[in-house]
């Protein structure tokens, strides 16, 4: 059976033309005018793209004593609705556990998938195992990225000394470093400080986390990278003092990308001080929403080229969970939705605004993310012999988003009320037809793990600099006698 989407527009990252793609086996098997298949999709008037990947998703994550409550099935669905086609989800070691056990607990849950998915390994812990495991995971399990928390002391938060060690390991092994940068340290002082002083409310969540945290060991992150030669991601750059950092990183040919979310873009700190503490509690997310001078700098970044990804950091918790913390901001459970509001928020106030060219919206939604991950051209491209993972937009196709009518599981969402113009006409996941014009057919169990090798272009070129600027004895022809 094959699939043709005809009339429409292709948009990629550099290109904009008119043209038919035929689908056949799950894969792109011809681009061009005039294609006739078995089943014809009309993409008139809609631009043809490349699925959505979000790099950044937790789903049915163990955290502060809860699970996240969209799992792989909720969570993909959403995510298809949205137009996005691959998820990126963070495998989490328990203290003390191998990593290889830890990615099967990941295997089981994800089985539900409805679109394909990968997982980026989390470095909880370190230890002589953890430095053995890293090889099996790269090279077996396909798996090249690893995170690390500077973040939530005493739970997943991993010490300088781990981490240069551990950015060594990736850097030997061609793997990237990725990490959630906020001083964990500094956080848990002054969250204890607010307590004190009665400030219990959600809004003390953001005062207890402030751009300064985040700068300080994005920095920090950096400077460590670079002396251990890995490249570095940065996940939910949130503000200026950590863009600024990766900004001068970059400049300096450091090999850094940070990756804001949606959230941050539209979203900010204003929503903590609403009088409804629901309200507040269930936008409480680490690094929390900032003020309007954060967000006009993560935009720019987008728009310069110093900020490569937009993510959400999809990590759904109910109002009822989120009421664990009533009375102890620090007890919320930290986590907020978007996954199937990121490509029609970032459509409406980047590419409708004039912000973003539609080719850099692909580009920030999809590909970079794709060439970053090492699976770039399968995933991230429309090109003969990719994924057939294609969104087929509709520009002129309008909602208000609300709870009532999501995919996610949970009871509220947190772009509730906002109008968005910009939405998928057809999702389709390996050429499977997920989204048909607002009707959901996807189908559980459909998505595939994408593997993804390591030693990517990014660190062949590292590890080429890196041996020829690695210290070496010079050769020197007068040597004094010693002792004398
Ligand atoms: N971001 C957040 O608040 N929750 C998810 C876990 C993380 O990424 O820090
Ligand atoms: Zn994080």
Same mark, same amino acid.
């Given at each position: 059976?094959?699939?043709?989407?005809? +009339?429409?527009?292709?948009?990629?990252?550099?290109?904009?033309?008119?043209?038919?793609?035929?689908?056949?086996?799950?894969?792109?098997?011809?681009?061009?005018?005039?294609?006739?298949?078995?089943?014809?999709?009309?993409?008139?008037?809609?631009?043809?793209?490349?699925?959505?990947?979000?790099?950044?998703?937790?789903?049915?994550?163990?955290?502060?004593?809860?699970?996240?409550?969209?799992?792989?099935?909720?969570?993909?669905?959403?995510?298809?609705?949205?137009?996005?086609?691959?998820?990126?989800?963070?495998?989490?070691?328990?203290?003390?556990?191998?990593?290889?056990?830890?990615?099967?607990?990941?295997?089981?849950?994800?089985?539900?998938? +409805?679109?394909?998915?990968?997982?980026?390994? /989390?470095?909880?812990?370190?230890?002589? $195992?953890?430095?053995?495991?890293?090889?099996?995971?790269?090279?077996?399990?396909?798996? +090249?990225?690893?995170?690390?928390?500077?973040?939530?002391?005493?739970?997943?938060?991993?010490?300088?000394?781990?981490?240069?060690?551990?950015?060594?390991?990736?850097?030997?092994?061609?793997?990237?470093?990725?990490?959630?940068?906020?001083?964990?340290?500094?956080? @848990?002082?002054?969250?204890?400080?607010? &307590?004190?002083?009665?400030?219990?409310?959600?809004?003390?969540?953001?005062?207890?986390?402030?751009?300064?945290?985040?700068?300080?060991?994005?920095?920090?992150?950096?400077?460590? /990278?670079? =002396?251990?030669?890995?490249?570095?991601?940065?996940?939910?750059?949130?503000?200026?003092?950590?863009?600024? /950092?990766?900004? *001068?990183?970059?400049?300096?040919?450091?090999?850094?990308?940070?990756?804001?979310?949606?959230?941050?873009?539209?979203?900010?700190?204003?929503?903590?001080?609403?009088?409804?503490?629901?309200?507040?509690?269930?936008?409480? =997310?680490?690094?929390?929403?900032?003020?309007?001078?954060? $967000?006009?700098?993560?935009?720019?970044?987008? $728009?310069?080229?110093?900020?490569?990804?937009?993510?959400?950091?999809?990590?759904?918790?109910?109002?009822?969970?989120?009421?664990?913390?009533?009375?102890?901001?620090?007890?919320?459970?930290?986590?907020?939705?978007?996954?199937?509001?990121? =490509?029609?928020?970032?459509?409406?106030?980047?590419?409708?605004?004039? *912000?973003?060219?539609?080719?850099?919206?692909?580009?920030?939604?999809?590909?970079?993310? @794709? &060439?970053?991950?090492?699976?770039?051209?399968?995933?991230?491209?429309?090109?003969?012999?990719?994924?057939?993972?294609?969104?087929?937009?509709?520009?002129?196709?309008?909602?208000?988003?609300?709870?009532?009518? $999501?995919?996610?599981?949970?009871?509220?969402?947190?772009?509730?009320?906002?109008?968005?113009?910009?939405?998928?006409?057809?999702?389709?996941?390996?050429?499977?037809?997920?989204?048909?014009?607002?009707?959901?057919?996807?189908?559980?169990?459909?998505?595939?793990?994408?593997? *993804?090798?390591?030693?990517?272009?990014?660190?062949? @070129?590292?590890?080429?600099?890196?041996?020829?600027?690695?210290?070496?004895?010079?050769?020197?022809?007068?040597?004094? /006698?010693?002792?004398?």
């Amino acid at each position: 059976m094959t699939t043709v989407i005809k +009339n429409g527009t292709i948009v990629t990252h550099d290109l904009t033309y008119k043209a038919d793609v035929l689908i056949e086996g799950g894969k792109i098997a011809q681009i061009g005018p005039n294609l006739t298949g078995d089943t014809a999709l009309d993409a008139t008037g809609a631009y043809v793209m490349p699925g959505g990947i979000d790099p950044h998703v937790h789903l049915e994550m163990p955290f502060m004593g809860t699970y996240s409550t969209d799992d792989f099935e909720s969570g993909t669905r959403a995510a298809l609705a949205g137009g996005t086609t691959m998820v990126v989800d963070f495998c989490l070691p328990n203290q003390g556990e191998s990593l290889l056990d830890a990615i099967k607990r990941w295997d089981n849950k994800s089985t539900r998938a +409805n679109c394909d998915y990968s997982f980026h390994m /989390a470095v909880t812990w370190w230890g002589e $195992q953890v430095f053995n495991d890293m090889k099996t995971v790269i090279e077996e399990r396909g798996i +090249n990225t690893f995170k690390h928390f500077l973040a939530y002391k005493g739970a997943l938060m991993v010490n300088d000394d781990e981490l240069y060690s551990s950015f060594n390991r990736l850097s030997e092994l061609g793997g990237i470093a990725m990490v959630h940068a906020e001083n964990g340290d500094v956080v @848990a002082e002054l969250a204890a400080k607010l &307590k004190a002083a009665g400030n219990t409310g959600p809004e003390a969540h953001a005062y207890s986390r402030p751009p300064q945290v985040e700068g300080e060991a994005t920095n920090r992150a950096i400077m460590i /990278a670079d =002396m251990a030669g890995v490249p570095l991601y940065v996940v939910h750059t949130s503000c200026e003092e950590s863009h600024e /950092a990766i900004r *001068r990183a970059r400049q300096q040919g450091k090999r850094v990308w940070g990756e804001p979310l949606i959230q941050h873009l539209t979203l900010d700190d204003s929503e903590y001080f609403n009088p409804d503490w629901d309200h507040a509690a269930r936008r409480v =997310m680490s690094p929390p929403f900032r003020n309007k001078q954060h $967000q006009d700098s993560l935009w720019a970044g987008l $728009q310069s080229g110093s900020l490569s990804v937009v993510a959400t950091d999809h990590c759904a918790f109910t109002t009822e969970q989120k009421r664990y913390g009533v009375g102890d901001f620090t007890k919320i459970p930290n986590g907020t939705g978007g996954l199937e509001d990121r =490509m029609p928020m970032l459509w409406t106030h980047g590419v409708e605004t004039g *912000r973003l060219t539609m080719n850099e919206f692909v580009a920030v939604t999809s590909t970079n993310i @794709a &060439k970053i991950l090492n699976c770039y051209p399968r995933k991230g491209a429309i090109a003969v012999g990719a994924d057939a993972d294609i969104v087929v937009w509709d520009p002129a196709k309008t909602k208000t988003i609300s709870a009532s009518a $999501q995919q996610s599981a949970i009871d509220y969402n947190v772009f509730e009320g906002k109008e968005v113009k910009g939405l998928p006409r057809f999702t389709l996941t390996r050429g499977q037809v997920a989204i048909h014009d607002g009707e959901v057919r996807t189908q559980e169990g459909h998505g595939q793990f994408v593997k *993804r090798a390591g030693n990517g272009v990014t660190n062949r @070129a590292l590890s080429t600099w890196k041996d020829l600027t690695a210290p070496r004895p010079v050769q020197r022809t007068g040597i004094p /006698a010693t002792g004398v």
